[in-house]
């Protein structure tokens, strides 16, 4: 099993509509969890951090956690065409010593 | 005011050269990455430095050897370098070992 996995895509939605991005990791005992956007041949740019259990709304990004499934998820709302990059889930692991990513999920929004 | 910088942006260099890549960060934080992203887009953390020190080696050939001077700085110097090493290779901090990381822009290594 992958250390964190995500659906690599490509999802592909309309301008306007909810994207769903999804990731699973393996450490039970992650904390802390980082939602990136990579735009390409930019490098990783953070959205959203989140630690605890529940959802976090920031802006049209709300990230939602659910450490008893290792699921964290990343809920882009109204999405524009500007929206259109990978997206990086990342879980801190191995006591906190490293950030792991996963493999990333690209995203077409189209107009 | 650039956060994490490194350079070069762009290094292309022949097999068997050595070569070097320097990352420095205003912000103060305490720990500092090294991560290749190869051609597949996939994020490896190769080094993890904390307060100067070496915390994480993730399996990397003995070929890279990174090397903190102070808090702010993680210089990556790549000996014997192969076709394999070609790769965008990004320098990244954060607070603590278990906050976020910001990064550098990339240094794309083409070895020719």
């Known amino acids: 099993q992958k250390e964190v996995e995500q659906n690599s895509g490509p999802l592909s939605v309309p301008e306007g509509a909810i994207a769903s991005l999804n990731c699973t990791y393996s450490d039970r005992v992650s904390q802390s969890f980082f939602w990136y956007r990579q735009y390409s041949g930019k490098s990783p740019e953070l959205i959203m951090s989140i630690y605890s259990n529940g959802d976090k709304e920031d802006g049209r990004f709300t990230a939602q956690l659910n450490k008893a499934s290792q699921y964290v998820s990343l809920l882009i709302r109204d999405s524009q065409p500007s929206d259109s990059a990978t997206y990086l889930c990342?879980?801190?692991?191995?006591?906190?010593?490293?950030?792991?990513f996963g493999a990333g999920t690209r995203l077409f929004v189209k107009a | 005011d650039t956060a994490v910088s490194q350079t070069p942006k762009y290094l292309v260099t022949q097999m068997g050269n050595d070569k070097s890549i320097k990352c420095e960060q205003n912000?103060?934080?305490?720990?500092m990455y090294w991560y290749k992203q190869d051609s597949k887009k996939f994020l490896k953390i190769m080094f993890s430095?904390?307060?100067?020190?070496?915390?994480i080696n993730e399996t990397v050939p003995n070929r890279f050897s990174p090397k903190s001077p102070d808090k702010a700085h993680l210089n990556l110097h790549i000996n014997s370098l192969e076709l394999g090493d070609s790769a965008v290779y990004f320098c990244a901090s954060s607070a603590s070992v278990a906050s976020e990381a910001f990064f550098g822009q990339g240094t794309r290594l083409t070895v020719v």
């Open positions: 430095y904390n307060n100067k020190e070496l915390i």
């Open positions: 990342a879980v801190n692991m191995s006591g906190g010593f490293k950030t792991i």
């Open positions: 912000l103060g934080h305490d720990t």
